[in-house]
């Protein structure tokens, strides 16, 4: 290993270790255990090889913005660490017709936003499991916009109910729970307050399906208190987004 290589992994050991600090004191002060809650590395825009050293040093869950960036990426961290397996979540937005590629790399994708998108998902993983790619079913979140403003992405909360029933009966999906980001100018907590009323309401129908992901680098423990068994987390442990990686 460089020394550059073991430079950047002593910032990344320091970075997990605050971020394990934050979200194991939220933790606490919500009265939950420290492993309700999953920490998935956003790994948009930086290298492949950052990402390896993140596994290295016992992150097994990466997340990515863009299924340009995220294929490539996680094909090269495989080449780099072909034991470490981690497993990559697709939480950007999402086009239909990006649906095939992102099969390939994404074992799950918390970005569903509607029934067109979820039948592309399903039909993209029909394929996949014909052309003996997958196996498993492919894991997805539905994205619920908390302000109504579907424009960036989430389905309103009072359709989230309709959205599960569809996504429950297209086959190769196995529905996990809810995903969202805090508005822009609203109160994160507030805004997950009622992300946790619709998770809740989600479960009292389809159990299995108990995952809540909200809460970023700047979010995490007003999220972590409202519920979140997932937060995702990008700047405070890679810092300020860097080139992408070829």
Known sequence: MTEPDIARRKELAAAIAEVEERIAAACAAAGRARDEVRLI???????????????????????????????????????????????????????????????????????????RLADALGRAMAAARDAGERTEPLDVLIQVSLDGDTARGGTPLGEVRALADHITHVG??????????????????????????????LRADYPEADVVSAGMSH????????????????????????LASP
């Open 219 to 242: 979010d995490l423990d007003q999220a972590i208190r409202h519920g979140s068994t997932c937060v995702r987390v990008g700047t405070a442990l890679l810092g300020r987004r860097g």
């Open 172 to 201: 190769e999906l196995r529905l996990r729970g809810v995903m969202a980001v805090a508005p822009l100018g609203d109160d994160p907590g507030t805004a997950f307050a009622r992300l946790a009323q619709a998770a809740e309401s």
């Open 41 to 115: 590395g956003i790994t948009k825009t930086f290298p492949a090889a950052d990402a390896a050293l993140l596994t290295d040093l016992g992150l097994r869950n990466l997340g990515e913005n863009r299924d340009q960036e995220a294929g490539p990426k996680a094909a090269e961290v495989a080449e780099l660490r072909p034991d470490a397996a981690p497993r990559w979540h697709m939480v950007g937005r999402l086009q239909r017709n990006k649906a095939r590629s992102v099969v390939r790399w994404a074992d799950e994708v918390q970005s569903v936003d509607s029934a």
